[in-house]
């Protein structure tokens, strides 16, 4: 394993407008699953924009949650906790989620690009796992009545639907 995390473009284009979105929604404590990490630079950079926080990140690659663990330890931020190997197609996810404190399960640019299937298991997993008042987040591309919002996410969705027509 190199030291280098992978770096997915989307996440430090989109980084700045998630975080601003958190800041009004999110109360001031507690804990905040991101599910679906991927190289953990939202998780990071929320981490250090708002460190009363615990920010748990996960993902379903076990390659990417080794990155993630190298980067939580590089980071020496004490609010970005041991990330979690966590697939949204494993049912049983709240096995792994044990912290009392969960106040919010986020998860950005995942489900355009995976299995419908995933995006059924993030909704099953928070309905039938996670406590009043936990709030689920959601980011990406979504169509509005229908219809893409942008040409380039009409693209995308295409380019996606060529290499598995299970996604986009």
Not at 4 to 9: I, L, Q
Not at 18 to 40: H, K, M, N
Not at 58 to 80: G, I
Request: glycine letters at 8%; proline letters at 7%; aromatic letters at 6%.
């Amino acid at each position: 394993m190199t030291p280098d995390r992978p770096v997915f473009a989307a996440a430090d284009r989109n980084k700045h407008a998630i975080l601003d979105v958190l800041r009004r929604i999110l109360p001031e404590t507690g804990t905040v699953l991101e599910i679906a990490s991927g190289g953990g630079q939202h998780v990071a950079h929320f981490a250090r924009a708002m460190p009363s926080l615990g920010w748990l990140p996960s993902d379903a690659d076990a390659e990417l949650v080794e990155h993630l663990a190298e980067m939580t330890e590089r980071s020496a931020l004490e609010n970005l906790l041991a990330p979690l190997y966590l697939d949204m197609l494993d049912t049983a996810w709240a096995e792994y989620v044990t912290h009392d404190d969960l106040t919010a399960v986020i998860n950005a640019n995942m489900i355009h690009i995976s299995p419908w299937a995933t995006c059924e298991g993030l909704m099953r997993g928070a309905g039938e796992h996670l406590a009043e008042p936990v709030q689920l987040l959601v980011y990406g591309p979504f169509k509005v009545g229908g219809q893409h919002t942008a040409p380039s996410n009409a693209a995308f969705s295409e380019r996606l639907q060529s290499q598995d027509p299970s996604w986009g």
